[in-house]
């Protein structure tokens, strides 16, 4: 217990964000779409410099650290497995719930995952 408090405390000193989640608003032109991940077991540097920081050439992106995904998500896919990675993370869908047509049958298949409605 006071090694984890005494990393808690180096980790505030040092400036890293403690979030273990990021939700990613992207927009285009006709394009708006907002996810958030929660992170399962990605380290969090790779999790906050890679997974959070998503590469959409055309789109602009916001991306915001919080502790928790916010409630609201027409669908969670739990425990979805990262392409080719050991890692795992619950990735929630804001917006169009109609897009669970195709983002269930992703998440239960490639990702290995299981498809939650909130």
Same mark, same amino acid.
């Given at each position: ?46 999790? /906050? ?23 609201? /998500? ?8 990262? /392409? ?26 490639q990702s ?7």
């Amino acid at each position: 217990m006071r090694l984890m408090g005494l990393s808690l405390v180096l980790a505030l000193c040092s400036g890293e964000a403690l979030a273990q989640a990021c939700v990613v608003h992207s927009t285009a032109e006709r394009l708006d779409v907002k996810v958030c991940q929660q992170n399962r077991n990605i380290p969090q540097k790779l999790f /906050a410099d890679g997974f959070c920081q998503p590469n959409l050439p055309g789109q602009k992106v916001d991306v915001q650290y919080v502790d928790q995904c916010p409630k609201g /998500a027409f669908g969670v896919c739990s425990n979805a497995q990262v /392409a080719n990675m050991p890692y795992r993370q619950d990735i929630h869908y804001y917006g169009v719930a109609t897009d669970a047509a195709y983002l269930k049958p992703f998440c239960e298949g490639q990702s290995q995952g299981n498809w939650l409605k909130p």
